[in-house]
């Protein structure tokens, strides 16, 4: 249940029960994404699905699997942000991010929004990733979109080579901890992609770590054959060395939202997170942990003027965390 793969059964009721219980929430959020949409379409802003129903409309043969979607990415471009947020707002959407905070759009990639009925969850993107590779300008994967039909509506969504490379970039950006990620990579190599192109992409993109790990990983759990442009990036110590790491962080269900609870779990992401960054990457990502985040400002409450403060009370407030991660734990 942990890595969110579930078989399909009709033998155990439980595990049946779960399925419709799957399916009636795979029908919700394609509703919520049709809603977002059309809305997106009236007002004639660019809008891209990232995962979710895409990766089961491209991937999956039946939309009858075990596949859960806990939630909606949304690309627009940074231009588009603040209207996009309005938009979502009024669909019943609500946020606790300050989406006026210029320093936390700058340092990271998305905004979180929570419908106020029915509890369904929409990541706002301006962009694909938080820092950790160089990737495209959003015009760009706009002009060379694809698109999906769900109840006649029309979903814009990534073309299936650039798709595939995002979510190489999104379980290596995970640690691949949950299986789903990769059971989705083992179902696009099934597909009649352009694998030339996709090499194409990892390269322009400077992920060649990322994609061998990704197919070692195949290889090694699902005893399937990586693609002839493809094969080139296992051979990569990094690559190596990243498959080793994601392999343990799969078996102790290491969740990185929940590393603070454990030290020793905290370490071992903090040296994964900085492992998979290209040297360009490395020196900011080590002085982001001197900057003070939302995370900061929700465990201690310091006034305006004295915002400065967050900078020396870092260590505190990380372990402020931590120990209300751990109290959450028992509890």
């Not at 991937?59 to 949304?74: C, F, H, K, P, Q």
């Not at 340092?107 to 990733?129: A, D, P």
């Not at 498959?243 to 370490?267: C, G």
């Not at 400065?308 to 931590?322: D, N, S």
Request: proline share 5%; charged share 20%; net charge neutral.
């Amino acid at each position: 249940m942990f890595h969110r793969i579930y078989p399909d059964s009709s033998e155990f009721l439980y595990l049946r029960q779960l399925q419709i219980n799957n399916s009636v929430k795979t029908l919700q959020t394609k509703r919520q994404l049709c809603l977002a949409a059309q809305l997106f379409d009236q007002e004639k802003i660019p809008m891209i699905c990232l995962k979710g129903p895409v990766i089961l409309s491209k991937a999956y043969e039946s939309t009858n699997v075990g596949r859960i979607m806990r939630d909606l990415d949304l690309l627009v471009s940074p231009n588009h942000i603040e209207y996009s947020a309005k938009l979502l707002q009024s669909l019943g959407y609500v946020t606790t991010e300050d989406l006026t905070d210029l320093y936390y759009r700058q340092n990271n990639h998305h905004y979180v929004f929570t419908h106020q009925e029915s509890n369904h969850i929409v990541e706002l993107h301006w962009r694909l990733f938080p820092n950790i590779i160089d990737e495209p300008d959003f015009s760009l994967l706009w002009l060379s979109c694809d698109s999906i039909e769900i109840a006649e509506q029309k979903v814009n969504c990534l073309n299936n080579e650039l798709l595939f490379t995002y979510l190489i970039v999104h379980g290596s950006k995970h640690g691949w901890f949950r299986l789903k990620w990769l059971f989705d990579i083992h179902q696009f190599l099934q597909q009649p992609l352009n694998w030339n192109r996709v090499a194409e992409i990892a390269d322009q993109w400077k992920i060649q770590h990322m994609m061998g790990q990704a197919m070692i990983l195949i290889e090694t759990l699902f005893e399937q054959d990586t693609p002839e442009p493809l094969k080139r990036y296992r051979g990569s110590e990094k690559a190596r060395k990243m498959a080793q790491i994601a392999l343990v962080m799969m078996d102790e269900k290491m969740n990185p939202e929940e590393a603070d609870r454990q030290f020793s779990h905290y370490l071992f992401w903090k040296r994964y997170f900085f492992l998979i960054r290209p040297c360009s990457q490395r020196v900011s990502y080590i002085l982001h942990h001197f900057v003070p985040t939302q995370q900061d400002r929700d465990i201690l409450n310091i006034p305006n003027q004295l915002q400065f403060l967050y900078i020396p009370l870092r260590p505190v407030t990380v372990l402020m965390r931590r120990h209300a991660a751990k109290k959450g734990n028992r509890s």
